[in-house]
Each structure stands twice: as structure tokens, then as C-alpha cells.
């Protein structure tokens, strides 16, 4: 069983940064890509960040392209979203998922959270003006 614990969340000025940690614990056969997701109230969960367990490769969505980092820290077993230039529309609940995902396109299907088995329990990221 995988299990995905979140820290870092909080409130930050706007164009300010946080930095969320997932730390995973265990082991399954049936995840090759880590990555966090976003929610907001009535609003689908959105894909933001994703990795793939060995760390090689990382996909972001357009509207974090340049501000946003995903990295995997092996030693820590743990992966990192490092956010930059927060702003209003980033404010949200973000959850570290893990799954399988092998269906083409991988740009566009490593998004899609009805593909992620394992979740965190989420921690809030607040934006304020």
C-alpha cells in the first residue's frame, strides 16, 4: 500500500512562494508517475505538476509553466512543488496523487486525476492580495 502524506501548505502574499512536500511511504507496482493536483469548491480537480517516479521527466500544466517545479527527492522518498509568483487563481487545496498511467498521449493523460489510485489527505495553499 502507497501512502502520500502533504506538508507545506499556508497563506502567502501575492508573487510570493511556498514550497509543498509530499513524503511517500511504501511500495506498490501499480504507479509510475507522482504529481499534485488542485481543487477548489466546485471545480474539478486539476493536474498542476506531475513526475515520473524516477524523477526524469516532469510535465506542468500551462497556467504553472515557468513559475512551478516538481522534483523528486529519492533520499527523502518524497516529491517537491516548489511555487513561484503565487497568485489569486493558485489558491486552492492541493493533493499529492500517485498512479498508473500508460495510456498515449502521456502529455494529456498524466492530468487526468480519475487516473490517480493513491491520495493525500491535501493541505491549502491561501493567496491574499
Known amino acids: 500500500q502507497l501512502q502520500l502524506e502533504e506538508s507545506g501548505g499556508g497563506s502567502v502574499e501575492s508573487g510570493g512562494s511556498l514550497t509543498l512536500v509530499c513524503k511517500v511511504s511504501g511500495y506498490v507496482a501499480d504507479a509510475n508517475f507522482l504529481g499534485w493536483f488542485r481543487q477548489t469548491p466546485g471545480q474539478e480537480r486539476e493536474g498542476v505538476a506531475i513526475v515520473t517516479f524516477g524523477g526524469a521527466h516532469q510535465y506542468y500544466a500551462d497556467s504553472v509553466k515557468g513559475r512551478f517545479i516538481i522534483s523528486r527527492d529519492k533520499d527523502n522518498n518524497s516529491v517537491i512543488l516548489q511555487m513561484n509568483n503565487l497568485n489569486s487563481e493558485d489558491a486552492a487545496w492541493y493533493y499529492c496523487?500517485?498512479?498508473?498511467?500508460?495510456?498515449?498521449?502521456?502529455?494529456?493523460?498524466?492530468?487526468?486525476?480519475?487516473?490517480?489510485?493513491?491520495w493525500g489527505q491535501g493541505t491549502q495553499v491561501t493567496v491574499s492580495l
Open positions: 496523487a500517485a498512479g498508473l498511467v500508460v495510456e498515449a498521449p502521456i502529455k494529456r493523460t498524466v492530468f487526468e486525476h480519475t487516473r490517480y489510485r493513491y
